[in-house]
């Protein structure tokens, strides 16, 4: 499928395949248009199947001319069948998709592997964004490893956890006093004065496109199949609406067959215009300020809210919210069942799962997959006093005075 | 009042190449028909029905006019007001 032009979302203007991602005309959003495919599904398997175990295997599907030299690869994270998280939610067939285990810990190393592919071909040798934690730790480090500048914009009271990881990396580090939204705001505003590749701004539509690898891998994993059912945490909404833009273009291309998964999208109830607005009826969301612990979706004027909305509603699906207490025991829900160790955002992921699954909304022979989008060592405080330690002298004695305490139920 | 509308890199064309304009107005809606008035190609871009196309973010002083009173949002003397595209970031 190569890349032909960018195309205005809303009244399809096309223009070059540049740096840019506002129609000029009608101001909507720019993706990518691509030409018709140049092989049937058994030759675009034999690809995938001889391509790197990383995302560029599915580089037909992708906007770059050619995938780069190896450096920091991204994608090919595990799906793990969750049998002991299922029978907890009384479903029988629940798959996690891990995306924590990329080179930065989340699935921002797929869209930032793309928005850099991209920037190269273009010239570019500086790298920027405007993040909320995980995207800023991805530029930092795709960008040393290219050998280009780096310019991360977060918002001041970022977990710090975030802001060491993406500082080891040397980058500039800049933080904003104010909300990811004025950080948004502030580099909109940036992305007309300097010659720099924005992640996503002004590479947005080539960025966005790294999300559909997930759809992607998540098929080829499943054999070539696709889930009946998917939870994905929403925050600007892109990754949510790129999901199922590559689960079309491979149901269109004959890679997999029968529907659409239904689109279940998760927020934050600090954080939730996305759910409002799918609650009250609208088509479009009322921007809000965030006050929740999920940082990583605290986004409260979300770009792609609209198309979210349209997703959930035509799939059948829906967009729920959780409070903070909820998103905690979400983490430890999937802690205590499969090991994984997400951040707030997978917990959010997790108690919505959940709360779909107990308000019987999930049939129980549905194949369901959630995505886990980052790691539980990036948001550290927030299991902090959530379970309880016992400390004792280095005697038996010392031990068998709590032993009663700490004896395992039966 | 006067105020000054910075304008993004999208819609130069349309204000043959100005990055700023000051015009007059009591209300952000005002300041927007007054900018109308002097690039007529502004209000096919980003006016709608009457309001502003979904995709349009307008700004007093770095808030968002929906946090404030929208359109009818007054202005002060020496307030900037900021015209930028909504569909950035994530």
Same mark, same amino acid.
């Given at each position: ?410 | ?10 819609? @130069?064309? #349309?204000? %043959? &190449?100005?990055?700023?304009?000051? !015009?007059?107005?009591?209300?952000? $809606? *005002?300041?927007?028909?007054? /900018? ?8 096919? @871009?980003? #006016?709608? %029905? &009457?309001?502003?196309?979904?995709? !349009?973010?307008?700004?007093?002083? $770095? *808030?968002?006019?929906?946090? /404030? ?22």
């Amino acid at each position: 499928m190569p890349p032909e032009s960018l195309r205005c979302k809303e009244c399809k203007t096309p223009y070059p395949l540049e740096a840019r991602f506002v129609c000029e005309r009608c101001f909507g959003p720019l993706e990518i248009a691509y030409g018709s495919l140049d092989a049937d599904p058994a030759e675009l398997r034999r690809r995938i199947h001889g391509g790197p175990r990383s995302l560029w295997r599915y580089a037909d599907f992708l906007p770059v001319a050619a995938p780069p030299p190896p450096a920091l690869e991204a994608g090919f994270t595990p799906l793990l069948r969750a049998d002991r998280l299922a029978e907890k939610l009384r479903l029988e067939e629940v798959w996690i998709k891990n995306d924590a285990a990329n080179p930065t810990h989340s699935f921002k190393d797929r869209v930032v592997s793309v928005a850099l592919a991209r920037a190269r071909e273009l010239g570019f040798d500086t790298l920027a964004c405007a993040s909320t934690g995980n995207l800023a730790n991805a530029v930092a480090a795709h960008a040393a490893a290219a050998g280009l500048h780096a310019y991360v914009f977060i918002p001041a009271d970022l977990e710090e956890q975030k802001v060491l990881a993406t500082g080891v990396y040397s980058p500039r580090v800049v933080a904003v006093d104010g909300t990811y939204d004025d950080v948004n705001r502030l580099c909109t505003e940036l992305s007309s004065e300097h010659d720099w590749a924005f992640a996503n701004i002004n590479m947005r539509p080539y960025y966005a496109e790294g999300s559909k690898t997930l759809a992607f891998e998540t098929a080829e994993q499943l054999s070539f199949t696709l889930p009946d059912r998917v939870v994905c945490p929403i925050a600007s909404g892109s990754l949510f609406t790129k999901l199922a833009r590559g689960f079309e273009e491979w149901l269109s291309a004959g890679l997999v067959g029968g529907e659409m998964p239904v689109f279940c999208g998760a927020q934050a109830t600090g954080c939730s215009p996305v759910a409002i607005a799918f609650g009250e009826g609208h088509d479009f969301c009322r921007p809000v300020k965030p006050d929740t612990i999920a940082k990583s979706l605290a986004i409260g004027n979300p770009a792609d809210g609209s198309y979210a909305l349209d997703l959930a509603r035509r799939t059948g699906g829906t967009i729920e919210a959780v409070s903070d207490e909820e998103i905690v025991a979400g983490i430890h829900l999937l802690a205590t069942t499969t090991g994984i160790f997400t951040e707030t955002a997978g917990g959010v992921t997790i108690a919505v799962l959940k709360q779909l699954a107990e308000r019987g909304e999930i049939d129980r022979s549905e194949r369901v997959v959630a995505y886990i989008t980052g790691d539980g060592l990036k948001t550290l405080d927030c299991v902090r006093d959530s379970f309880s330690t016992w400390q004792i002298e280095p005697s038996v004695e010392s031990f068998e005075r709590v032993a009663g305490e700490l004896a395992v139920p039966a | 009042m006067a105020v000054s509308v910075k304008i993004p890199t999208q819609l @130069r064309a #349309a204000t %043959d &190449g100005e990055a700023t304009a000051m !015009v007059d107005g009591e209300t952000v $809606g *005002e300041v927007l028909d007054a /900018l109308y008035e002097r690039y007529g190609e502004l209000r096919s @871009r980003i #006016a709608e %029905d &009457g309001g502003l196309r979904r995709f !349009v973010n307008v700004y007093v002083e $770095g *808030e968002d006019i929906r946090f /404030l009173d929208g359109l009818e949002t007054e202005v002060s003397d020496g307030d900037e007001v900021t015209i930028l595209p909504a569909v950035a970031g994530g």
